[in-house]
């Protein structure tokens, strides 16, 4: 079965704040995913990386940064946490040839 | 114009109850074809993966996609009160790359 895990499943942060999520899958996948859900707007994607160390922007990248120093790791930044940004945050990954695997999740809530 | 629509819901049935779930697209490129089932505060799980047109069946649960029409549909038969989630259909170009489209996702009671 795929495996993959956040480090939080809830977090409560202050505006202004750098905020990390970190997202680790166990099958060796090349891609890996950070997306937002928000009520009404489904899924949105910020950033994914399709190899350590590369990245690339998805819909939505404004405010945040990653990084990818392992295969299985895929860190999201919040440079400076503001209110705009409490929502679901959702890691996935995939390998080629195969869907996305999603974790269970993060709930920010910036106050 | 979205990229992919689908009714929000929510839809309440019975149990026991056949249920149809539903997507539109607007992009004639889409491939492949993904059904996900998110319970409350969870992350998504899929639950039904396809390529092209046709049916695929797991279980009580089949998929249908009719590329003509650019319509994809998701059947639970003998619907069950676990079957209770908001239903995501997804959709991507090719099998290689990371461009996927989400729909809203539906959210499914059903009632004991």
């Known amino acids: 079965d795929v495996k993959v895990t956040q480090s939080s499943r809830y977090l409560v942060k202050r505006t202004g704040e750098k905020v990390f999520l970190e997202c680790v899958q166990d099958m060796d996948h090349e891609n890996m995913f950070w997306y937002r859900q928000d009520p009404g707007l489904g899924l949105r994607l910020i950033y994914f990386s399709y190899d350590v160390k590369m990245k690339e922007k998805g819909d939505i990248p404004e405010g945040y940064s990653v990084s990818r120093e392992k295969k299985e790791r895929f860190s999201l930044i919040l440079e400076s946490a503001s209110t705009n940004q409490t929502s679901m945050y959702l890691c996935?990954?995939?390998?080629?040839?195969?869907?996305?695997?999603f974790g269970p999740g993060t709930r920010l809530l910036v106050l | 114009q979205k990229e992919v629509e689908q009714d929000p819901g929510p839809l309440s049935v019975p149990e026991g109850a056949i249920v149809s779930l539903n997507c539109t697209y607007s992009n004639s490129a889409f491939q492949y074809f993904m059904w996900y089932r998110q319970y409350s505060r969870k992350g998504p799980e899929l639950l039904m993966y396809t390529y092209s047109s046709g049916n695929k069946e797991d279980g009580r649960f089949t998929a249908q996609v009719d590329k003509s029409s650019k319509y994809i549909s998701l059947f639970i038969r003998d619907s069950q009160p676990s079957d209770s989630a908001t239903y995501l259909c997804a959709m991507s170009l090719d099998n290689y790359g990371q461009n996927f489209v989400f729909g809203p996702g539906t959210r499914l009671s059903v009632l004991p």
């Open positions: 996935a990954s995939r390998t080629v040839k195969e869907t996305q695997y």
